[in-house]
């Protein structure tokens, strides 16, 4: 069992950044991936941005170039640098990260922060 938590939610007017961090326990050994999902409301969850153990990294198309993701592995941890937001960016945000100990690998999700983007 994976537990995630995340913070650094908040309102923000648009243009402003924020910082959101997820904190893994648990069987933190087996985690795999890591990344950020975002569900505005209304819409279905789409993915934000992901990093593998091994670094590589993918982002949203809507996101690139103003999102970063980064990873502490010795913190068990994963971040999201929010920069440039815009009103569309307000959803909540969810932490996932993924444990390959099971076949087939486990999903785990947070509870979820709130961003609201005011324009």
């Known amino acids: 069992q994976v537990q995630l938590m995340e913070s650094g939610g908040g309102l923000v007017q648009a243009g402003g950044s924020l910082r959101l961090s997820c904190a893994a326990s648990?069987?933190?050994?087996?985690?795999?991936?890591m990344g950020w999902y975002r569900q505005a409301p209304g819409k279905q969850r789409e993915l934000v941005a992901g990093?593998?153990?091994?670094?590589?990294?993918d982002y949203s198309d809507s996101v690139k170039g103003r999102f970063t993701i980064s990873r502490d592995n010795a913190k068990n941890a994963v971040y999201l640098q929010m920069n440039n937001l815009k009103p569309e960016d307000t959803a909540v945000y969810y932490c996932?990260?993924?444990?390959?100990?099971?076949?087939?690998?486990?999903?785990?999700w947070g509870k979820g922060t709130l961003v609201t983007v005011s324009s």
């Open positions: 648990g069987s933190i050994t087996s985690i795999s991936h």
């Open positions: 990093i593998a153990s091994f670094g590589t990294i």
């Open positions: 996932n990260a993924v444990a390959v100990d099971t076949t087939p690998p486990m999903n785990y």
